[in-house]
């Protein structure tokens, strides 16, 4: 195997050759970076100074070209330094489309905007010398505003012996939108991105953005997010003995069930356990008529009347014996 260090010691010629070889590469690399050239990249459009009274109707360029002119060095740099990869255009200086002064349509002559653009690169020693396109035609539509309800999309369930207790909470229930009249009288409702909420044991408590319809619609929302509230629970099952009323018992009659009290079986939250009570719940016999009654030995018996605290109420029999008499 040949010793490199000792070859190179050996042939020194080789050395200087290596040597003037990278100084030249650098000498070329710099004469080449100091020249100017005229180089193209594409941008981020940003509009500002829009008429607060009035929105675009149809979606502006969401990029522009710019032909830009300057020296190696500084056009190198525009993929590593901090320089601009947006530029702002003035919305400030619009003109009606010729010939066409009735419409709505607007042109934006980008050519007129050179210097203010290339002032966001000048910083960087680069002249923005050219935008395509040259100008941007659209149209305005007047700014209104509309209150609309809020929908919230929340799918939740609750681990076991757990439920809500009460109801869904959120805030707003109704919001001010702005936008074109065009969109905005389409729209009665704004919902909101869906959730979903699983195996819940605890309060859940957050916030859910707003889905908008049309990102590029000029719709204006005052906020991007809900609040919500999920009260949650730990439930717990029991029965109560319902005292049986009757109604419709006809005149002369008089009409008593057996047994008089029926069980009632439901769900409820721990911190209402102990303020349910019998007179809470309404177990009703309708008597009907007499001909009727001739047909059947058993009473229908209906629920109601129950407490909003509870949940799955239900009797543990729909149907009573009785006894008719005459007074």
């Not at 908008?212 to 029965?239: C, D, H």
């Not at 057996?258 to 079986?265: G, I, M, R, S």
Request: charged share 20%.
């Amino acid at each position: 195997m040949v010793n490199i260090k000792k070859y190179f010691r050996l042939n020194p010629r080789i050395s200087v050759f290596i040597s003037c070889f990278f100084i030249s590469i650098l000498f070329w690399l710099m004469i080449v970076f100091s020249k100017e050239y005229t180089y193209k990249i594409k941008v981020k459009a940003l509009y500002a100074n829009v008429p607060s009274d009035k929105v675009v109707s149809y979606k502006l360029p969401d990029s522009l070209d710019l032909e830009v002119y300057g020296v190696g060095f500084s056009l190198y740099s525009l993929n590593y330094k901090n320089t601009p990869k947006e530029v702002v255009i003035d919305l400030g200086h619009l003109k009606k489309s010729k010939g066409n002064f009735e419409s709505d349509e607007y042109l934006i002559n980008l050519e007129q905007q050179l210097n203010y653009v290339s002032e966001q690169y000048a910083e960087f020693g680069i002249k923005v010398v050219k935008i395509l396109p040259q100008q941007i035609s659209f149209y305005f539509d007047a700014k209104e505003k509309k209150i609309v309800k809020v929908v919230p999309n929340i799918s939740y369930s609750f681990a076991p012996q757990h439920s809500i207790n009460g109801k869904l909470e959120f805030f707003p229930k109704k919001i001010v939108i702005r936008g074109p009249k065009s969109v905005i009288s389409k729209i009665d409702s704004i919902a909101t991105e869906h959730v979903t909420l699983s195996n819940l044991s605890k309060d859940a408590i957050g916030f859910i953005e707003f889905k908008i319809p049309n990102s590029n619609s000029g719709l204006e929302l005052p906020a991007k997010k809900i609040a919500y509230k999920i009260p949650v629970e730990k439930f717990t099952e029991t029965e109560l003995e319902i005292p049986i009323s009757t109604t419709n018992v006809p005149a002369g009659f008089s009409i008593k069930t057996y047994p008089n009290t029926v069980k009632v079986v439901f769900s409820v939250g721990l911190s209402s356990y102990k303020s349910i009570t019998p007179s809470m719940f309404i177990v009703n016999a309708s008597i009907g008529n007499i001909d009727s009654l001739s047909k059947t030995s058993m009473l229908k018996l209906k629920l109601e009347n129950f407490p909003l605290q509870v949940k799955n109420c239900r009797m543990q029999t729909d149907k009573v014996e009785y006894i008719i008499q005459r007074k």
